[in-house]
């Protein structure tokens, strides 16, 4: 939280060349799978990734490059199952297996799974529904790709082909990896991905780096392994690149206690709990920074697709949707995976900000040698994630919706938090006052983050930062609000003179509460801060610090 | 795999004076559910695991062994979530939460999600199904005390309370603990609570115990963490105890490279790949063993269900099936959590062998303080197990067959299973030859170990084991069988002069195929081993090995 020192120039990056790439399209992928022909993937089935990325299509790109030497000894030293050698012979006709002890679906209590979803073109109406529904032995009747028999069994670490598939095409669709041997592999979720990820690259006594305010939960994964976090400056826009060039440029092993670390942590888009989103720009400048300093990106991106029109003021009207999926996919910050010339990035897709957190299944991208590893990591732990969640979401996401459906989804779900986002931005132009706390509108996620001139309070003179911080919280809790304390979010601890703030969500709470709970923090800052002001009277100001 | 040394007398044991516990029946399942009221439980809810265990039931009883000496680095320096503690501000009347980061559920595209079951009394004939179904907001319509809205959204560590109180309660009326303070908490698989426990307990350089032929899963999930598997030596019985007594008394640091082991992995029913169950005396022959050396029980038991009646003989018809609920329970062989008089076992348990192996649902039993070292790994790691999958097993579980429906159930399964094995055991008495291979027939789980006497093999005076091994193996393979090698099972690898092995599982294979498998397997034994023997013809013995 020092001030930042004077930074190098950033090195020349092959990035800065980029344009948004040719990406495959909805259409192109369905001439994908009708040129390789029906899916036929049974129980624990492998799968052909490069078969769902599209023969040939990578091979005029380079390789990853190799990582050979960032991996723990508990990753490098992972052999494959013993077991799995013998599953070669099952390929011989006539074989009779004796060998594996996956039990028979006969004995599986479940006849038929069925969900029942909005149709997409009703997403905003709620006009039309569908139920879907999967039997026992539908891959085998004919009936579809996926079935319980299949989806209910024991998989594979990388979950089954038929959902894996989706996700690949999905991946390509979005962001079209500049590499050739890129792959995907099924997680139990991102947090579960952060934990495996730090098993795969650090060990006791190691240092990451995220921003200074990061997600609580990836710093206390890190803390018992001995792994801590370093925190690099950010400012509105997200996590500064000249702060991450200079940590690592001046990086003093003997002060800190520990190696230069080579792993940066870093959610881009809608960042819990700063609400910022990483411009292009400073991307592009951040994966320059990556290069110099050979660094590998975990790139954790829950709020990926809620990302917003701009916030144009006191009850201004709704921005019009995106015209087209074009549109849609190219109002969207691209991702460092789509930067990502090098096979540098490990990108963590989850869909529990967009479909549900129950499902707990989310993929992890990365170069087939990282996924490699991950999945050897699954195949002896997590396993593959649920597969009755695999069965739905592929009956909602592949079958049902499609691509082109999911798109819709999508643009639906991030129309829907834009409205929720504006409502919390009218109601702190109403109610907070700016002459205490300042703020940038969210572009993107579920939180809004206060910074608070805490200077300003009476007894400033007297009372430690930590002192006023508890003061407000307790303030706002006794006005019957809630809103998150910013020091809870900071990894190395926050001092006396650091800048103090507040995350407030506007993810689930009822609109109306969310205007009552922004107007009894405001009301609680006036009181702490012995301001006058009228409740429910605006600022007066529209302008945003 | 040395022949067993000398062993001292067992000591005394207080677990030797045990009788089965009075077991907690369904009926007063219903009668304390009555007595607590209607679980209200909503999204991410604490779970009241002592309301679910019946408040003062267990008073009498003395508490767990502490084991703060046992625990890892790792999971001893692991700290609760900090952000969880300003939940408790939520109970406030009026709080508004502009806290928490949970989705909400309008925001989940599932209105409804089915799923059709064989209803309890119809598993044997199949002749009744119901559809089973979930809304998003029946917890709050009071339809169910589970719903989309709540299983869909992020959870606890442990699973959802609902669920959670129905494997409480299923716990207790098998096992009936016998000690105040033990828990339960749900794991993703048990592979993924072995890998759990395995960071729980262990560092680089440990060893850990288990039997001599083991889940090679087990010994590849903590082969790359450094810690090594010694075996201990098994019979028909399963692992002996006596065997595990002498490997303790005599472990030698400087020999093994790393201090005397104290965590015992072990499977007591069905084990993979012997296919033994250890009898109850041996269990608690074990329980005092492990008592003097003050050793953790991991009590792996995906097998424990499917306990079977005893083999009788070639075309014996099929035992008549437990006459009651009780009749089963007392049939069982008890548990080791059933003996746990310290808190020293963590058990096991997993749905993939009676249910589903999809479902990624499995739980832990053990003392509180040790299932709160898990869960606040899982609160970053795993997370909850699937709610999808979670909403799925609480509708037919709880809901529709209630716990004397899943017991009818368990014992449909295991005659099934009993079946499978008599149709393997059947054809091996017709067309394995005894001269050559010898084996006890499994009293539970899905696998058949035969033992083949090498020594018999016309070139053993110049071939290795290891190559007579794999050219049965291989001979199997060219008749089109597929069983699985002794060695790939032997976590300290096998030496000449060790016995030889190979594992078959009736787990999934048409039962036609069975015959057929072993037919081809009994063929391969002949001509590897240069025997006369009409195919098809038996051995002409009824008795067994």
Redesign the interface.
């Known amino acids: 939280m020092a001030p930042p020192a004077a930074i190098d120039v950033l090195p020349e990056s092959d990035t800065s060349t980029f344009t948004l790439p040719d990406r495959l399209t909805i259409q192109s992928v369905a001439k994908r799978r009708a040129a390789e022909g029906r899916l036929v993937a049974g129980v624990a089935a492998i799968a052909d990734v490069d078969r769902f990325k599209g023969r040939n299509v990578h091979a005029h790109k380079s390789k990853a490059k190799r990582w050979d030497h960032r991996f723990s000894?508990?990753?490098s030293?992972?052999?494959p199952?013993?077991?799995k050698g013998?599953a070669q012979?099952?390929k011989?006709p006539?074989?009779?297996?004796?060998?594996?002890?996956?039990?028979?679906s006969?004995?599986?209590?479940?006849?038929?799974?069925?969900?029942?979803?909005?149709d997409a073109g009703s997403?905003d109406t709620k006009s039309n529904?569908s139920?879907v529904s999967a039997g026992k032995h539908d891959l085998a009747e004919g009936i579809s790709d996926f079935d319980i028999a299949t989806?209910?069994?024991?998989?594979q670490g990388y979950g089954a082909a038929q959902f894996l598939r989706w996700i690949v095409e999905h991946t390509e669709i979005i962001h079209s990896p500049p590499y050739q041997d890129w792959s995907c592999t099924m997680t139990?979720?991102s947090?579960?991905a952060i934990?495996?990820g730090l098993r795969m690259f650090t060990k006791?006594g190691d240092w990451i780096l995220s921003e200074e305010f990061t997600f609580?939960?990836a710093v206390?994964?890190a803390?018992?392994?001995?792994v801590r976090v370093a925190g690099v400056s950010v400012d509105a826009d997200g996590l500064r690149a000249d702060a991450l060039d200079e940590v690592l440029t001046n990086w003093d092993e003997s002060v800190r206690g520990g190696a230069k670390p080579f792993i940066l942590y870093t959610v881009p888009t809608g960042q819990?709990p700063t609400g910022s989103t990483q411009p292009f720009q400073r991307r592009k400048d951040i994966y320059a920074v990556a290069q110099k300093h050979d660094l590998i990106i975990f790139e954790d991106e829950p709020y990926y697709f809620l990302q917003m029109d701009p916030y144009t003021g006191l009850d201004s009207p709704a921005a019009a949707p995106p015209a087209s999926h074009a549109a849609f996919l190219q109002s969207l910050v691209p991702s460092y995976l789509s930067l990502d010339v090098d096979g540098r990035v490990m990108r963590l897709d989850s869909f529990?900000?967009?479909?549900?957190?129950?499902?707990?299944?989310g993929w992890i991208t990365a170069s087939e040698q990282i996924v490699e590893r991950y999945r050897q990591h699954a195949?002896?732990?997590?396993?593959?994630?649920?597969?009755?969640?695999?069965?739905?979401l592929f009956k909602?996401l592949d079958e049902h919706w499609g691509h082109a459906g999911y798109l819709d989804?999508l643009m639906h779900?991030r129309a829907?938090y834009t409205a929720r986002r504006n409502v919390l931005l009218d109601a702190c132009e109403r109610h907070v006052p700016r002459a205490i706390a300042s703020w940038s509108p969210p572009a993107a996620g579920?939180?809004h983050w206060f910074r608070i001139d805490y200077a300003r309070h009476p007894q400033f003179a007297s009372k430690s930062r930590a002192q006023i911080e508890d003061e407000i919280f307790h303030a706002v809790?006794a006005r019957?609000?809630?809103?998150?304390k910013g020091s809870?979010f900071c990894p190395e601890g926050q001092k006396d003179g650091d800048a103090m703030f507040f995350r407030?969500?506007?993810?689930?709470?009822p609109l109306g509460?969310?205007k009552?709970?922004?107007r009894?923090?405001g009301q609680a800052l006036r009181d702490v801060f012995g301001l006058e002001g009228a409740n429910g009277h605006p600022n007066g100001s529209n302008g945003h610090s």
Chains 1, 2 share one sequence.
């Open positions: 000894l508990e990753s030293t992972r052999l199952s013993s077991l013998a012979y099952l011989n006539g074989m009779i297996s004796l060998g594996g002890g996956l039990p028979s006969e004995y599986f209590p479940f006849e038929q799974v069925s969900v029942k979803v909005p997403f529904y139920t989806a209910f069994n024991y998989g139990v979720g947090t579960s934990d495996m006791r609580p939960t206390e994964a803390a018992p392994m001995g819990n529990s900000k967009v479909i549900a957190p129950g499902s707990r299944v195949d002896v732990s997590t396993q593959s994630p649920s597969g009755m969640s695999q069965l739905l909602t989804w779900i829907e579920m939180f809790v019957g609000s809630l809103l998150m809870w407030a969500t506007y993810a689930a709470t509460d969310i009552e709970g922004v009894r923090f």
